[in-house]
């Protein structure tokens, strides 16, 4: 990578006269394999290469991409985004400020064991047949099933001296199943994923987890009773809990979205800026994101404007306790970028986005949590979900789940509806588990769509007195 | 090289060293947005790109790829090649489409890739009109797009193809809990109104001040062009043969079948030049045509590319993309009803203007949810009589499709953030849609 050409692109939009430049420049390798029934239908692998520039000319911002990376073509690209800041700031009335910012200098990389540039196609394909053949066939009719691999090289400089460099390997696993019984279908929809070298793919492992949430399924769908129509307690596994923290604590603490910058697109928050350190749940309740988790699916040391990273509790005992920021959002709130800065590729502007989003554990097992239940729902995992665009009203529909009755686990329950408000969801917390899981998932925002790698994740929580939604 | 010489010269290595099948496109662009937020201008972007999508297929096994540095193609085709020997075989390539074929040549608008200042202008045009009309902050994009696209395949097929196209997204506020939000696709710019779209957006946000609590139950609703083309993008997709494969579509085991009122025909339609995306080919150089999809309510075909089409006795609809088919647009035939004549039809029910974050249960039975957002009017008696707000739809997509009571007159062109593929529709008026609402 020739990381003069951000040097050269930072200097010249300077000199154009912007007072803030950056240059970040990526490489990314990539392949990935599909089979669609068993069948193997396509192997591709991509190259991609490119510079994104972002400017700041009083107090208007503007970013430019290409991806030609000669000299000329980059220089171009900076007095286009010089030109374009300089013409909306003639109309701007409420200029742009970032907060402050520390120049950091890093090179740094995931560790691999086994490295995934020497994993050929071949290696990606029998990898899915692999896990493919070792799933229980008997009632999976139909199976749509990547797996995609891609190594990020990128390096990020400022015009206030950050220079960080990094490499990331990410491996993505996806799944969706048709399971069949009498004559009904259910579908499993399964992701797996890490910033991992190739020691990830653990076939048996993942071949076990796979095929557990395909019979886990099946089980439910002939076995599953209604659910409850009273009042339950829900006792929700690390999946739903991430869900929730990622729908409802993660997306509504965006320092951006409480302050209307996506408003046409994925919307606002519930909350705003004043509303820090209000109570927003009960006191068990601590909701953390963290991209510095090793081998995260949404690792990352420095965020996409040279900040380093770190972790938010944006609920710390049932308060509202932080926001996620980068430097556009913190200045407008007087606060410092914590780091949330992120962008899926050097086409698209970085802007505030999670990382890995999960309830922080507590003391009690998954049998502490069941035993003073006398009627509730253990949701293990879900299918359907959803949340309206100021994050308030949320629903998980149920795909493994069963009845608690008395203390102990009984019957699969078909399809619960936990349908709910975000203040309720929060509140109705009294016990949080131990241990944690995490789940990856593609987050979605940004305009044009930025597809981006988070975990989810958390303990078992308890609910208490929920009503379950429905027909 | 020239990049219209790029797919030609790859098709030619790539056969000299053995591949059996080969499809290149090549691809150049400019995009530029205009991204406005509390009614002053975020940020202004702009893209360059090119790039080369490269479909090889020796011994029915396939790759695919995608890389942007040109001086690599070479590499590039032996690396495809090299691995390719490596893969299994696929049961299901049948082969691509063999030339030549003639295609029609249509112009674009050629000013709108020199657009640039003028963005801004029209940005300002679109909130001031929005804050004239009831809005107190609006925020949103525009966008002009312009590229060309050259294609080659060993099939004995050479096309190009270059298009340019605006869209605008508007989402006016009234208060933190009333917004109206209105889109308009073009590929003249002279058509473009961000003075119509502000002002619409501001009167929607305004008369949808002071929402209370929606109720649940099954009502009559009539959704806006913007709320219903979420419903059509949705059956566009499952009509792909390749959705129905992948056990992800709710037309599966469905053709000859009734699949909604008689009066409900929809199309693709890559032939319309008045559609802002219209291809004269698809990804393996057939030309694109008129796809009757739902034909008076009965489902009449899939799309195809040639592998499906082969697969199921049928001929390739023209809707090949790089490896699975896929609709250019979708288009419903307009009834005759306006608007006010469907509310006044409504006794007891719901006008929503937009929504979000649909979500299937599974794919393949259509069960489903999805979120109105910005305004959601009640309808008492034939007329409005406030605003709503907190509500979902929880709806089978197949029955609601035969619940269709009424289309209307007055088709739209969608495409925005939430609805990626050009949808074409009027008013649409549902029977008995499910409404549910959070519990506690």
């Not at chain 1, 439910?220 to 339950?232: C, D, F, R, S, Y």
């Not at chain 2, 679109?126 to 099939?155: E, F």
């Amino acid at each position: 990578m020739d990381r003069d050409l951000a040097e050269i692109a930072v200097s010249k939009a300077r000199e154009l006269g912007a007072e803030y430049a950056e240059a970040r420049m990526e490489f990314v390798s990539g392949q990935d394999s599909l089979l669609k029934n068993g069948n193997p239908e396509v192997s591709g692998f991509e190259r991609d290469a490119g510079i994104g520039i972002r400017v700041k000319v009083n107090g208007a911002l503007a970013f430019a991409s290409t991806n030609r990376l000669d000299r000329d073509s980059v220089l171009a690209a900076c007095e286009r985004s010089v030109r374009t800041a300089r013409a909306s700031s003639r109309i701007m009335k409420n200029p742009l400020e970032f907060a402050e910012g520390k120049a950091n200098i890093k090179d740094y990389s995931v560790f691999q064991k086994k490295n995934i540039s020497n994993i050929g196609p071949e290696d990606v394909l029998r990898a899915l047949s692999e896990i493919e053949k070792a799933l229980p066939s008997e009632n999976l009719v139909g199976s749509y099933f990547s797996l995609g691999i891609e190594h990020r090289e990128k390096y990020f400089c400022n015009s206030e001296g950050s220079k960080i460099a990094s490499s990331i390997p990410r491996l993505h696993l996806f799944m969706l199943g048709t399971i069949l019984e009498d004559g009904r279908t259910a579908q499993a929809m399964l992701q797996l994923g890490a910033a991992s070298g190739w020691e990830f793919m653990d076939i048996d492992k993942l071949s076990h987890f796979l095929g557990n949430e395909i019979k886990m399924t099946h089980k439910n769908m002939k076995e599953g009773i209604k659910a409850p129509k009273e009042l339950v307690d829900m006792v929700l596994g690390p999946e739903v809990t991430g869900i929730a923290a990622h729908e409802s604590c993660g997306h509504p603490y965006e320092g951006d979205r409480i302050l209307g910058r996506e408003a046409a697109q994925a919307g606002e928050s519930f909350v705003s800026e004043d509303m820090m350190g209000q109570q927003i749940g009960s006191e068990v309740a601590t909701v953390i994101d963290d991209p510095t988790l090793e081998n995260s699916y949404g690792f990352y040391l420095y965020d996409d404007e040279g900040i380093e990273a770190r972790p938010r509790e944006l609920i710390k005992d049932g308060k509202i306790n932080d926001f996620l920021h980068n430097r556009e959002s913190a200045a407008r709130m007087g606060v410092e970028s914590n780091g949330s800065s992120r962008s899926k590729n050097y086409d698209r502007e970085a802007i505030v986005r999670m990382a890995n989003t999960y309830v922080k554990p507590g003391e009690y097992s998954l049998e502490e949590l069941v035993e003073d239940v006398k009627l509730g729902v253990l949701m293990n995992s879900f299918m359907e979900w959803n949340i309206d665009d100021k994050r308030y009203n949320q629903r998980y529909i149920g795909r493994e789940a069963y009845l608690i009755e008395n203390g102990r686990i009984g019957a699969p329950v078909k399809a619960p509806i936990l349908e709910m408000t975000t203040p309720a969801f929060w509140s109705a917390i009294d016990a949080v588990g131990k241990e944690v899981g995490f789940t990856a998932a593609t987050c979605g925002k940004g305009e044009p769509g930025q597809g981006i790698a988070v975990f989810t994740g958390g303990p078992h929580i308890r609910l208490r007195n929920i009503k379950l939604g429905g027909e | 090289m020239d990049i219209s010489d790029i797919p030609g010269y790859v098709v030619d290595q790539a056969r000299k060293k053995g591949a059996d099948d080969i499809v290149c496109s090549a691809h150049e662009g400019e995009r530029k947005q205009v991204k406005f937020t509390n009614s002053e201008v975020a940020i202004t972007k702009t893209w360059e790109s090119t790039g080369v999508d490269i479909f090889l297929a020796k011994d029915r096994k396939i790759m695919y790829t995608s890389v942007n540095d040109l001086h690599t193609l070479d590499k590039t085709i032996n690396d495809m090649l090299a691995f390719i020997k490596m893969m299994a075989e696929s049961e299901n390539y049948q082969g691509i489409a063999d030339g030549p074929f003639n295609y029609r040549n249509e112009g674009h608008d050629k000013r709108i890739s020199d657009l640039e200042g003028e963005l801004v202008e029209l940005t300002g045009q679109a909130i001031d009109s929005a804050m004239r009309n009831g809005a107190n902050r609006v925020a949103g994009v525009l966008y002009s797009s312009s590229g060309t696209v050259h294609l080659a395949t060993s099939g004995d097929v050479i096309g190009s193809q270059t298009g340019s196209d605006m869209d605008i997204s508007l989402r006016a506020f009234a208060s933190k809990e009333a917004s109206g939000h209105m889109v308009q696709s073009v590929s003249n710019m002279d058509e473009l109104d961000p003075i119509r779209i502000g002002m619409e957006a501001g009167m929607m946000a305004k008369e949808a001040l002071n929402p209370s609590l929606g109720k649940t139950g099954k009502v009559d609703v009539l959704f806006t062009p913007l709320a219903f083309a979420n419903f059509l993008e949705r059956a566009a997709g499952s009509a792909s043969a390749g959705s129905v494969d992948a056990g992800m579509s709710f037309f599966k085991d469905k053709i000859g079948e009734k699949v909604g009122p008689e009066f409900l025909t929809m199309i693709d339609d890559g032939t319309d030049p008045k559609m802002v995306v219209s291809p004269p080919f698809d990804g393996e150089g057939v030309p694109t045509q008129k796809n009757v999809i739902i034909e008076n309510g009965v489902l009449k075909t899939y799309l195809h590319n040639t592998s499906t089409a082969k697969l199921n006795d049928a001929v390739s609809t023209g809707n090949a993309g790089l490896v699975f088919p896929r609709a250019w647009n979708c288009a419903i035939t307009p009834g005759s009803m306006s608007k006010d004549d469907m509310i006044a039809d409504i006794k007891d029910g719901l006008y929503i203007t937009n929504l979000w974050y649909t979500r299937f249960q599974n794919y393949q039975t259509g069960d489903f949810s999805t979120i109105p957002r910005d305004a959601v009017f009640e309808i008492k008696d034939g007329k409005i009589t406030g605003a709503v707000k907190d509500i979902r739809i929880s709806e089978n997509m197949p029955d609601m499709l035969n619940r269709i009571k009424h289309i209307g007159n007055d088709p739209e062109q969608i495409r925005w953030w939430e609805v990626g593929l050009l949808v074409k529709t009027p008013h649409v008026v549902v029977e008995g849609v499910n409404i549910t609402k959070s519990t506690q």
